[in-house]
């Protein structure tokens, strides 16, 4: 019997609207049962799974992204994402690229941000493979991926986790499309929507990114979520 698809969403207080409409997507376009996840930092420090300083950085899973594998618990493909993505197709079709010779699959972005702040007017940053830990789909029975366990996640740099230098063969790298993880704002639109949209920047829940593009989308995926909150409590 297969294992259910896990999917770990990074959570940030800032942005819980983020992670309710991510969730939604995802549940609205899948083809068969997956079990989705916030992964939040204060559940992760409260289990003794997290233990680094406060730092500086855009999001509270900037790092703990990182430990979706060891949180998995299971030899399965495991999907990582941040909180601002809306998918527009069944999340389970990105196993067809999946080859278990690979430790992992991005989308192996290869740009300069064109702004210099993003959200809530917090400081852009460029750095080498920026944006590729943004979505993960890890193989969980890799021993690259094995690896990665709470005590290298607490104790390495950022770089060496967010640069995938834990994996020391480039080619254990496996590449996805560019629809599977598109960078609102930073590409220019394409005249097929995008598996999964990706807010980078900001989306329409920040109040200065209400024109970004694929705007409408989220809106529209926003209003559904809303509605089915409204049937809940009614029933």
Known sequence: ????????????SREEIAWQVCRHSLLRHTSSDIEIYPLKQKTLRELGLYNRPA???????????????YLAAHDGWTIFCDCDFL??????????????SKAVYV???DYVPKNAVKMDAQTQTT???????????????????KALTPEVINSESPAFLHRFNWIPEDELIGELPLTWNFLAGEYPMPEKTPEVIHYTNGGPWFSNWQGVD????WIAEKKLYDNSLRKKQVS
Do not use: Q
């Open 55 to 69: 730092d500086n950085a855009s999001t509270e899973f900037s790092l703990t992204r990182f430990l979706t594998p």
């Open 107 to 109: 989308v192996k972005h």
């Open 87 to 100: 998918y527009t197709t069944d999340v389970n079709k990105v196993l067809s690229y999946a080859d278990r």
């Open 214 to 217: 694929y705007a409408d989308f």
């Open 1 to 12: 019997m297969l294992e259910k698809l896990k999917i770990y969403i990074g959570y940030d």
């Open 127 to 145: 750095y080498p493979r920026k944006n590729w830990s943004s979505f993960i789909l890890f193989n969980n029975a890799h021993p690259h991926v």
